[in-house]
Protein backbone atom coordinates (compact mmCIF):
# COMPACT_ATOMS: atom_id res chain seq x y z
CA UNK A 1 0.00 0.00 0.00
CA UNK A 2 2.74 2.54 0.80
CA UNK A 3 4.43 1.83 -2.64
CA UNK A 4 1.00 2.41 -4.44
CA UNK A 5 0.41 5.73 -2.76
CA UNK A 6 3.82 7.11 -3.24
CA UNK A 7 3.09 6.07 -6.96
CA UNK A 8 -0.04 7.96 -6.79
CA UNK A 9 0.92 10.91 -5.28
CA UNK A 10 3.73 11.25 -7.57
CA UNK A 11 1.20 10.99 -10.45
CA UNK A 12 -0.62 13.81 -8.91
CA UNK A 13 1.68 16.28 -8.10
CA UNK A 14 4.91 14.96 -10.29
CA UNK A 15 7.82 12.42 -9.37
CA UNK A 16 9.99 15.61 -8.01
CA UNK A 17 7.48 17.00 -5.65
CA UNK A 18 7.11 14.07 -3.72
CA UNK A 19 10.11 13.06 -1.55
CA UNK A 20 11.02 9.98 0.31
CA UNK A 21 13.71 8.57 2.31
CA UNK A 22 14.33 5.65 -0.65
CA UNK A 23 16.68 8.87 -1.91
CA UNK A 24 19.94 8.59 0.39
CA UNK A 25 20.77 12.28 -0.66
CA UNK A 26 17.67 13.57 0.08
CA UNK A 27 17.08 15.73 3.07
CA UNK A 28 13.85 15.59 5.35
CA UNK A 29 15.08 17.21 8.20
CA UNK A 30 14.03 20.93 7.21
CA UNK A 31 10.04 19.70 7.04
CA UNK A 32 10.75 16.81 9.83
CA UNK A 33 12.07 18.89 12.95
CA UNK A 34 10.30 21.50 14.56
CA UNK A 35 12.21 24.78 14.59
CA UNK A 36 13.17 24.81 18.22
CA UNK A 37 14.73 21.70 17.34
CA UNK A 38 13.58 20.25 20.51
CA UNK A 39 11.35 17.51 18.33
CA UNK A 40 11.99 15.62 15.06
CA UNK A 41 9.78 12.90 13.16
CA UNK A 42 9.98 10.54 10.20
CA UNK A 43 7.70 11.39 7.14
CA UNK A 44 6.49 9.04 4.89
CA UNK A 45 7.01 11.39 2.12
CA UNK A 46 6.78 15.00 1.56
CA UNK A 47 4.45 16.31 -0.78
CA UNK A 48 4.43 19.73 -2.52
CA UNK A 49 1.38 20.34 -4.84
CA UNK A 50 0.69 23.95 -6.78
CA UNK A 51 -2.98 24.17 -6.63
CA UNK A 52 -5.77 23.40 -4.53
CA UNK A 53 -6.72 20.77 -6.92
CA UNK A 54 -3.96 18.64 -6.49
CA UNK A 55 -4.18 19.11 -2.69
CA UNK A 56 -7.86 17.51 -2.62
CA UNK A 57 -6.17 14.93 -4.90
CA UNK A 58 -3.54 14.24 -2.45
CA UNK A 59 -6.15 14.42 0.52
CA UNK A 60 -8.08 12.03 -1.46
CA UNK A 61 -5.62 9.73 -1.82
CA UNK A 62 -4.13 9.90 1.62
CA UNK A 63 -7.56 9.12 3.13
CA UNK A 64 -8.11 6.14 0.69
CA UNK A 65 -4.73 4.76 1.69
CA UNK A 66 -5.58 5.27 5.87
CA UNK A 67 -2.77 7.46 5.62
CA UNK A 68 -2.28 10.54 8.11
CA UNK A 69 -1.50 14.10 6.92
CA UNK A 70 0.41 17.01 8.17
CA UNK A 71 -0.46 20.28 6.68
CA UNK A 72 2.96 22.56 6.98
CA UNK A 73 3.82 26.25 6.07
CA UNK A 74 7.10 27.60 6.98
CA UNK A 75 7.69 25.28 9.86
CA UNK A 76 8.17 27.94 12.36
CA UNK A 77 5.59 26.97 14.96
CA UNK A 78 6.26 26.80 18.46
CA UNK A 79 4.25 24.38 19.93
CA UNK A 80 5.37 21.64 17.92
CA UNK A 81 2.29 21.35 15.69
CA UNK A 82 3.93 20.57 11.77
CA UNK A 83 6.18 18.22 11.83
CA UNK A 84 5.34 13.84 11.65
CA UNK A 85 5.35 11.81 14.55
CA UNK A 86 8.13 9.04 14.62
CA UNK A 87 5.93 5.89 12.95
CA UNK A 88 7.16 7.02 9.36
CA UNK A 89 3.47 6.67 7.98
CA UNK A 90 2.68 10.40 8.29
CA UNK A 91 2.33 12.39 4.98
CA UNK A 92 3.61 16.52 5.25
CA UNK A 93 1.55 18.31 3.50
CA UNK A 94 3.73 21.58 2.23
CA UNK A 95 2.36 24.15 0.96
CA UNK A 96 5.11 26.25 0.10
CA UNK A 97 5.10 26.40 -3.66
CA UNK A 98 1.35 28.17 -3.40
CA UNK A 99 2.59 31.24 -2.63
CA UNK A 100 0.81 33.56 -5.34
CA UNK A 101 -1.23 36.83 -4.22
CA UNK A 102 -4.48 36.10 -6.74
CA UNK A 103 -6.14 38.91 -6.50
CA UNK A 104 -5.95 42.89 -4.63
CA UNK A 105 -9.41 44.53 -4.79
CA UNK A 106 -8.09 48.14 -3.34
CA UNK A 107 -12.16 49.25 -3.45
CA UNK A 108 -12.88 46.27 -1.06
CA UNK A 109 -9.64 46.81 1.19
CA UNK A 110 -9.26 43.32 0.50
CA UNK A 111 -5.93 40.78 -0.99
CA UNK A 112 -6.44 36.73 -1.85
CA UNK A 113 -3.47 35.10 -1.11
CA UNK A 114 -2.67 31.12 -1.03
CA UNK A 115 -1.60 29.55 1.91
CA UNK A 116 2.07 29.62 1.31
CA UNK A 117 2.47 33.11 0.54
CA UNK A 118 5.73 34.46 2.90
CA UNK A 119 3.81 37.11 5.65
CA UNK A 120 6.44 39.14 4.74
CA UNK A 121 5.80 39.35 1.09
CA UNK A 122 2.23 39.89 1.12
CA UNK A 123 2.95 42.81 3.54
CA UNK A 124 5.49 44.29 1.01
CA UNK A 125 2.72 43.36 -1.82
CA UNK A 126 0.57 45.78 -0.03
CA UNK A 127 2.90 48.24 1.00
CA UNK A 128 3.38 48.72 -2.78
CA UNK A 129 -0.03 49.03 -3.51
CA UNK A 130 -0.17 52.05 -0.77
CA UNK A 131 -1.85 50.08 1.47
CA UNK A 132 -1.09 47.99 5.01
CA UNK A 133 -1.45 44.74 6.29
CA UNK A 134 -1.05 44.93 9.87
CA UNK A 135 0.44 41.34 10.65
CA UNK A 136 3.91 41.59 12.29
CA UNK A 137 6.17 39.19 13.89
CA UNK A 138 9.41 37.85 14.03
CA UNK A 139 9.34 34.81 11.78
CA UNK A 140 7.56 37.09 9.05
CA UNK A 141 10.79 36.57 6.40
CA UNK A 142 9.63 32.71 6.44
CA UNK A 143 6.49 31.93 8.23
CA UNK A 144 3.31 31.32 5.53
CA UNK A 145 -0.39 33.06 5.80
CA UNK A 146 -1.64 29.61 5.52
CA UNK A 147 0.55 28.74 8.96
CA UNK A 148 -0.67 31.89 10.47
CA UNK A 149 -4.37 31.22 10.31
CA UNK A 150 -3.90 27.77 11.32
CA UNK A 151 -2.01 28.73 14.56
CA UNK A 152 -4.41 32.30 15.01
CA UNK A 153 -0.44 34.00 14.89
CA UNK A 154 -0.87 37.25 17.30
CA UNK A 155 2.29 39.51 17.03
CA UNK A 156 2.93 42.89 17.62
CA UNK A 157 -0.15 44.73 16.21
CA UNK A 158 -2.63 43.05 18.15
CA UNK A 159 -3.55 45.82 20.15
CA UNK A 160 -5.02 47.85 17.24
CA UNK A 161 -5.59 45.13 14.36
CA UNK A 162 -6.18 41.92 16.40
CA UNK A 163 -4.71 38.20 16.13
CA UNK A 164 -5.22 36.74 12.28
CA UNK A 165 -8.54 36.10 12.80
CA UNK A 166 -9.84 39.26 13.02
CA UNK A 167 -7.75 39.89 9.73
CA UNK A 168 -9.41 37.53 7.57
CA UNK A 169 -12.67 37.30 5.39
CA UNK A 170 -13.01 34.04 4.11
CA UNK A 171 -11.02 31.13 3.45
CA UNK A 172 -10.54 28.05 0.85
CA UNK A 173 -10.22 24.96 2.86
CA UNK A 174 -9.67 21.42 1.23
CA UNK A 175 -11.98 19.14 3.91
CA UNK A 176 -10.92 15.63 5.27
CA UNK A 177 -12.61 14.40 2.69
CA UNK A 178 -10.80 16.18 -0.12
CA UNK A 179 -13.52 18.36 -1.08
CA UNK A 180 -13.06 21.99 -1.39
CA UNK A 181 -14.96 24.80 0.22
CA UNK A 182 -14.67 27.90 -1.33
CA UNK A 183 -15.51 30.37 0.85
CA UNK A 184 -13.35 33.53 -0.60
CA UNK A 185 -16.13 35.88 -0.81
CA UNK A 186 -14.40 38.77 1.14
CA UNK A 187 -17.47 39.63 2.46
CA UNK A 188 -17.67 41.57 5.99
CA UNK A 189 -21.67 40.73 6.55
CA UNK A 190 -22.18 37.15 5.65
CA UNK A 191 -25.17 35.97 8.58
CA UNK A 192 -26.28 32.48 6.95
CA UNK A 193 -25.44 30.32 9.38
CA UNK A 194 -22.32 28.71 11.21
CA UNK A 195 -19.33 30.51 10.96
CA UNK A 196 -17.10 27.95 9.02
CA UNK A 197 -14.46 30.69 8.56
CA UNK A 198 -13.58 31.12 12.41
CA UNK A 199 -13.07 27.11 12.44
CA UNK A 200 -10.98 26.45 10.49
CA UNK A 201 -8.69 29.41 12.08
CA UNK A 202 -6.71 28.54 14.93
CA UNK A 203 -7.70 24.59 14.17
CA UNK A 204 -4.38 23.62 13.39
CA UNK A 205 -4.57 21.67 10.37
CA UNK A 206 -6.69 19.51 12.12
CA UNK A 207 -9.73 19.45 10.44
CA UNK A 208 -8.58 20.66 7.00
CA UNK A 209 -6.54 22.28 5.11
CA UNK A 210 -6.29 26.60 4.16
CA UNK A 211 -5.07 26.32 0.99
CA UNK A 212 -6.04 30.16 0.39
CA UNK A 213 -7.52 33.34 1.76
CA UNK A 214 -9.08 36.94 1.55
CA UNK A 215 -7.58 39.27 3.75
CA UNK A 216 -8.80 42.69 5.25
CA UNK A 217 -6.37 45.71 3.87
CA UNK A 218 -5.62 49.52 5.67
CA UNK A 219 -4.77 52.47 4.59
CA UNK A 220 -1.34 52.95 5.15
CA UNK A 221 -0.84 55.68 8.35
CA UNK A 222 0.65 58.97 7.26
CA UNK A 223 3.77 58.57 9.84
CA UNK A 224 4.34 56.09 12.37
CA UNK A 225 6.34 57.07 15.60
CA UNK A 226 8.13 54.63 17.95
CA UNK A 227 9.06 55.59 21.85
CA UNK A 228 10.97 53.42 24.15
CA UNK A 229 10.04 54.58 28.29
CA UNK A 230 11.54 53.63 31.41
CA UNK A 231 9.17 52.37 33.90
CA UNK A 232 9.82 52.04 37.47
CA UNK A 233 6.98 48.78 37.60
CA UNK A 234 4.60 46.70 35.78
CA UNK A 235 1.92 48.70 37.71
CA UNK A 236 3.27 51.88 35.91
CA UNK A 237 3.35 50.03 32.66
CA UNK A 238 -0.23 49.40 33.16
CA UNK A 239 -1.04 53.15 33.87
CA UNK A 240 0.97 54.02 31.27
CA UNK A 241 -1.07 51.69 28.69
CA UNK A 242 -3.87 53.27 29.79
CA UNK A 243 -3.28 56.93 29.33
CA UNK A 244 -1.95 55.46 25.53
CA UNK A 245 -5.36 54.53 24.63
CA UNK A 246 -6.59 57.71 25.96
CA UNK A 247 -4.01 60.53 24.27
CA UNK A 248 -3.61 57.89 20.71
CA UNK A 249 -6.84 56.21 20.79
CA UNK A 250 -6.18 53.70 17.34
CA UNK A 251 -2.99 55.63 16.83
CA UNK A 252 -1.96 53.19 19.58
CA UNK A 253 -0.38 50.40 17.29
CA UNK A 254 1.94 48.85 19.48
CA UNK A 255 2.75 48.37 23.25
CA UNK A 256 5.66 46.37 24.59
CA UNK A 257 7.24 45.47 27.47
CA UNK A 258 10.16 44.12 28.27
CA UNK A 259 12.18 43.01 32.40
CA UNK A 260 15.71 44.82 32.56
CA UNK A 261 17.37 41.31 32.47
CA UNK A 262 15.43 40.38 29.45
CA UNK A 263 17.33 43.30 27.75
CA UNK A 264 20.57 42.61 30.20
CA UNK A 265 20.78 39.07 27.58
CA UNK A 266 20.45 41.57 24.50
CA UNK A 267 23.42 44.03 25.89
CA UNK A 268 25.48 41.06 27.07
CA UNK A 269 25.17 38.94 23.92
CA UNK A 270 24.52 41.71 20.97
CA UNK A 271 26.58 44.24 22.19
CA UNK A 272 26.23 46.33 18.80
CA UNK A 273 22.64 46.97 19.58
CA UNK A 274 21.90 50.56 21.50
CA UNK A 275 19.47 49.13 24.64
CA UNK A 276 17.83 52.75 26.16
CA UNK A 277 18.60 53.00 29.89
CA UNK A 278 19.98 49.52 30.43
CA UNK A 279 21.19 49.51 33.95
CA UNK A 280 19.36 52.39 35.19
CA UNK A 281 18.09 51.33 38.36
CA UNK A 282 14.80 53.40 38.16
CA UNK A 283 14.43 51.27 34.87
CA UNK A 284 13.53 48.00 36.08
CA UNK A 285 11.22 47.90 33.17
CA UNK A 286 11.23 49.31 28.92
CA UNK A 287 8.23 49.95 28.02
CA UNK A 288 8.00 50.29 23.66
CA UNK A 289 5.69 52.18 22.51
CA UNK A 290 4.01 52.80 18.12
CA UNK A 291 1.81 55.53 17.38
CA UNK A 292 0.62 55.43 13.75
CA UNK A 293 -1.19 58.86 12.65
CA UNK A 294 -3.06 58.90 10.19
CA UNK A 295 -2.56 63.18 9.21
CA UNK A 296 1.28 64.14 9.56
CA UNK A 297 4.17 63.37 11.27
CA UNK A 298 4.06 66.87 13.16
CA UNK A 299 0.55 65.76 14.34
CA UNK A 300 1.69 62.27 15.74
CA UNK A 301 4.95 63.62 17.71
CA UNK A 302 2.65 66.32 19.13
CA UNK A 303 0.29 63.49 20.26
CA UNK A 304 3.35 61.13 21.71
CA UNK A 305 4.92 64.04 23.57
CA UNK A 306 1.52 65.23 24.97
CA UNK A 307 1.21 61.31 26.26
CA UNK A 308 4.46 61.36 27.54
CA UNK A 309 4.26 64.80 29.47
CA UNK A 310 0.97 63.51 31.01
CA UNK A 311 2.99 60.28 31.96
CA UNK A 312 5.84 62.18 33.62
CA UNK A 313 3.20 64.23 35.54
CA UNK A 314 1.59 61.07 36.91
CA UNK A 315 4.87 59.78 37.56
CA UNK A 316 4.48 56.38 36.15
CA UNK A 317 7.62 56.96 33.28
CA UNK A 318 11.25 57.62 34.67
CA UNK A 319 12.73 58.61 31.29
CA UNK A 320 11.41 57.97 27.61
CA UNK A 321 13.24 58.97 23.96
CA UNK A 322 11.06 59.14 20.87
CA UNK A 323 12.55 58.08 17.35
CA UNK A 324 13.89 60.97 15.50
CA UNK A 325 13.53 58.72 12.21
CA UNK A 326 13.00 55.39 10.43
CA UNK A 327 16.69 54.28 11.41
CA UNK A 328 16.02 55.09 15.10
CA UNK A 329 12.44 53.27 15.16
CA UNK A 330 13.77 50.32 13.30
CA UNK A 331 16.77 50.31 16.00
CA UNK A 332 14.63 50.12 19.08
CA UNK A 333 12.80 47.29 17.57
CA UNK A 334 15.39 44.96 16.70
CA UNK A 335 16.35 45.47 20.33
CA UNK A 336 13.13 44.12 21.55
CA UNK A 337 12.89 41.46 18.65
CA UNK A 338 15.94 40.60 19.69
CA UNK A 339 15.33 39.25 23.34
CA UNK A 340 14.42 35.44 21.88
CA UNK A 341 17.58 34.89 20.08
CA UNK A 342 19.97 36.60 23.54
CA UNK A 343 18.25 34.10 25.58
CA UNK A 344 18.54 31.43 23.29
CA UNK A 345 22.58 32.85 23.59
CA UNK A 346 22.37 32.67 27.08
CA UNK A 347 21.12 28.67 26.85
CA UNK A 348 18.46 26.47 27.39
CA UNK A 349 15.43 27.67 28.39
CA UNK A 350 11.56 27.21 29.44
CA UNK A 351 9.21 28.89 26.82
CA UNK A 352 5.91 30.51 28.14
CA UNK A 353 3.44 31.90 26.30
CA UNK A 354 0.39 33.03 28.26
CA UNK A 355 -2.35 35.89 28.14
CA UNK A 356 -3.87 37.36 31.14
CA UNK A 357 -6.08 40.62 31.63
CA UNK A 358 -4.04 43.54 31.72
CA UNK A 359 -5.21 44.83 35.03
CA UNK A 360 -3.85 42.03 36.75
CA UNK A 361 -0.82 41.55 35.08
CA UNK A 362 1.29 43.08 37.75
CA UNK A 363 0.05 41.12 40.67
CA UNK A 364 0.83 37.68 38.50
CA UNK A 365 4.00 38.14 37.94
CA UNK A 366 5.01 39.61 41.35
CA UNK A 367 3.01 36.40 42.92
CA UNK A 368 4.58 33.44 40.71
CA UNK A 369 8.35 35.52 40.48
CA UNK A 370 8.04 34.58 43.70
CA UNK A 371 6.81 31.07 43.81
CA UNK A 372 9.22 29.95 41.11
CA UNK A 373 12.11 31.64 42.72
CA UNK A 374 11.11 30.51 46.03
CA UNK A 375 10.24 27.03 44.28
CA UNK A 376 14.10 27.31 42.94
CA UNK A 377 16.49 29.15 43.89
CA UNK A 378 18.03 31.10 41.38
CA UNK A 379 16.08 30.93 38.43
CA UNK A 380 16.26 33.68 36.46
CA UNK A 381 12.92 35.12 34.88
CA UNK A 382 12.98 36.58 30.79
CA UNK A 383 9.25 38.79 31.54
CA UNK A 384 8.66 40.29 27.78
CA UNK A 385 5.78 40.65 25.46
CA UNK A 386 2.65 42.61 24.48
CA UNK A 387 1.32 43.81 27.35
CA UNK A 388 -1.01 45.97 25.19
CA UNK A 389 -3.04 42.63 24.83
CA UNK A 390 -2.35 40.88 27.83
CA UNK A 391 0.34 38.49 26.17
CA UNK A 392 3.51 37.64 27.88
CA UNK A 393 6.47 35.45 27.31
CA UNK A 394 6.72 34.73 30.71
CA UNK A 395 10.37 32.60 30.59
CA UNK A 396 12.20 30.89 32.96
CA UNK A 397 16.28 30.44 32.47
CA UNK A 398 18.13 28.07 34.42
CA UNK A 399 20.21 29.56 37.56
CA UNK A 400 23.52 31.11 35.88
CA UNK A 401 25.53 28.33 37.65
CA UNK A 402 23.59 25.53 36.63
CA UNK A 403 23.56 23.12 33.94
CA UNK A 404 21.42 24.22 31.24
CA UNK A 405 20.16 21.31 29.44
CA UNK A 406 19.82 19.31 33.00
CA UNK A 407 17.26 21.94 34.05
CA UNK A 408 15.53 21.52 31.09
CA UNK A 409 15.10 17.95 31.11
CA UNK A 410 14.50 17.88 35.47
CA UNK A 411 12.46 21.10 35.55
CA UNK A 412 10.37 21.67 32.79
CA UNK A 413 7.11 20.05 33.70
CA UNK A 414 7.72 21.85 37.06
CA UNK A 415 7.90 24.86 35.92
CA UNK A 416 4.92 24.37 33.68
CA UNK A 417 2.68 23.26 35.83
CA UNK A 418 3.30 25.82 37.99
CA UNK A 419 3.34 29.05 35.68
CA UNK A 420 0.39 27.42 34.21
CA UNK A 421 -1.58 26.82 37.76
CA UNK A 422 -1.15 30.42 37.92
CA UNK A 423 -2.32 31.65 34.83
CA UNK A 424 -5.28 29.34 36.11
CA UNK A 425 -5.71 31.17 39.29
CA UNK A 426 -5.74 34.28 37.52
CA UNK A 427 -8.41 33.79 34.74
CA UNK A 428 -5.56 33.50 31.63
CA UNK A 429 -4.73 31.06 29.02
CA UNK A 430 -2.05 28.79 28.60
CA UNK A 431 -1.47 29.45 25.11
CA UNK A 432 -2.05 33.18 23.73
CA UNK A 433 -0.43 33.09 20.00
CA UNK A 434 1.59 30.23 19.81
CA UNK A 435 -1.04 27.28 19.71
CA UNK A 436 -1.60 24.16 21.11
CA UNK A 437 0.02 22.02 18.69
CA UNK A 438 1.35 18.76 21.01
CA UNK A 439 3.74 20.15 23.28
CA UNK A 440 0.34 21.60 25.28
CA UNK A 441 -1.95 19.53 24.27
CA UNK A 442 -1.80 17.11 27.29
CA UNK A 443 -2.09 20.14 29.34
CA UNK A 444 -4.79 21.56 27.87
CA UNK A 445 -7.28 18.92 30.03
CA UNK A 446 -6.45 20.58 33.01
CA UNK A 447 -6.81 24.27 32.06
CA UNK A 448 -9.82 24.32 29.93
CA UNK A 449 -13.31 23.74 30.55
CA UNK A 450 -14.27 19.72 29.93
CA UNK A 451 -17.54 21.30 27.98
CA UNK A 452 -15.42 23.21 26.01
CA UNK A 453 -13.12 20.15 25.18
CA UNK A 454 -16.17 17.90 24.46
CA UNK A 455 -17.59 20.06 22.00
CA UNK A 456 -14.19 20.04 20.19
CA UNK A 457 -14.12 16.68 19.90
CA UNK A 458 -17.44 16.38 18.59
CA UNK A 459 -15.96 18.99 15.60
CA UNK A 460 -13.22 16.90 15.27
CA UNK A 461 -15.17 13.54 15.09
CA UNK A 462 -17.42 15.16 12.61
CA UNK A 463 -14.91 16.89 10.19
CA UNK A 464 -12.71 14.28 10.23
CA UNK A 465 -13.83 11.23 11.77
CA UNK A 466 -10.53 8.91 10.57
CA UNK A 467 -8.64 11.23 12.41
CA UNK A 468 -6.27 11.79 9.26
CA UNK A 469 -6.03 15.36 9.66
CA UNK A 470 -3.04 15.93 11.71
CA UNK A 471 -3.66 13.22 14.43
CA UNK A 472 -2.34 14.16 17.79
CA UNK A 473 -2.48 17.50 18.06
CA UNK A 474 -4.69 20.45 19.70
CA UNK A 475 -6.71 17.73 21.73
CA UNK A 476 -6.63 14.23 21.98
CA UNK A 477 -9.91 11.88 20.63
Known sequence: MTTALIAQLQAIVGTAQVLTHDDPATDLSAWEQDWRRRSRGRALAVVRPANTAEVAAVVKACVAAGAPIVPQGGNTGLAVGSIPDESGRQVVLSLTRMNAVRQLDPDNLTVTVEAGCILQ???????????????????EGSCTIGGNLGTNAGGTQVLRYGNTRELCLGLEVVTAQGEV???LSGLRKDNTGYDLRDLFIGSEGTLGIITAATLKLYPKPAATLTAWAAVASLDDAVTLLGLAHQHLGAGLTGFEVMSQFALSLVGKHMPQLRVP????DNAPYGVLLENSDSESETHARERFEA???TAFEQGCVQDAVVAENLSQAHQLWHV???????QAEE?????HDISIPVSRIPAFCAETDALLQREIPGVRLVNFGHLGDGNLHYNVQAPADGDAKAFLREQEDRVNTLVYDQVSRYA??????HGVGSLKRDKLPHYKSPVALDLMRAIKRALDPQNLMNP?????V
Open 121 to 139: NLQTTAEQAGYLFPLSLAA
Open 428 to 433: GSISAE
Open 181 to 183: WDG
Open 336 to 342: RESIPLA
Open 472 to 476: GRVVK
Open 307 to 309: LLE
Open 277 to 280: FLGQ
Open 347 to 351: GLNIK
